[in-house]
């Protein structure tokens, strides 16, 4: 899958590789070339590499507090906090980011019934993150974003 600037789409089961990055949007999946309702929203972890992998390998996500960015144009709120993972466990094989592919239904499901939650970082987080929002799942909508996931990709990062 290729979630860069020029990849091949959005890789998912529905679009296939048929999909842009232009047609993608900020957080939502369409086929290209299509003029219908957006399928799917684009959630972003950032984690260390091998829970990335864990999580990609189970498709599903543990059920604890977690905290996600909404959208390709949020993804950089993600690498941060990948790399301050990798960090924190520098042996667990590096920054990494899942990628979720979530219905619609399912994030207003998590909304109706108060299990997710946007947030502003604090004034005295680092200087890029001030006046972003992150969502926060808590542990009982774990079990609903995995349900209503289509798919969990795990992407490497880079050194900074």
């Known amino acids: 899958m290729s979630l860069e600037r020029g990849g091949r ?12 990055r232009a047609a993608i949007g900020q957080a939502w999946e369409v086929s290209a070339g299509t003029r219908q309702a957006p399928r799917h929203l684009l959630l972003f972890h950032g984690t260390t590499l ?14 604890q507090t977690t905290y996600l960015a909404f959208g390709w144009r949020n993804r950089d709120l993600a690498r941060v906090f990948a790399y301050r993972a990798s960090r ?5 094989g590096g920054p990494a980011m899942v990628v979720i592919s979530l219905a619609p239904e399912a994030y207003e499901r998590l909304r109706r019934e108060r299990l ?6 604090d004034p005295e987080d680092r200087p890029e993150l001030r006046n972003r929002m992150q969502l926060v799942v808590e542990p009982g909508g774990i079990e609903i974003l995995n349900r209503g996931a289509e798919r969990f990709a795990a992407v490497p990062l880079t050194a900074p």
Request: proline share 5%; glycine share 10%; net charge positive.
């Open 9 to 20: 789409g959005c890789g998912c089961q529905k679009c296939g590789r048929a999909g842009t």
């Open 116 to 121: 997710i939650r946007t947030i502003a970082f």
């Open 50 to 63: 091998t829970v990335a992998r864990r999580i990609q390998a189970d498709q599903r996500m543990a059920p």
């Open 88 to 92: 924190r466990r520098p042996r667990d």
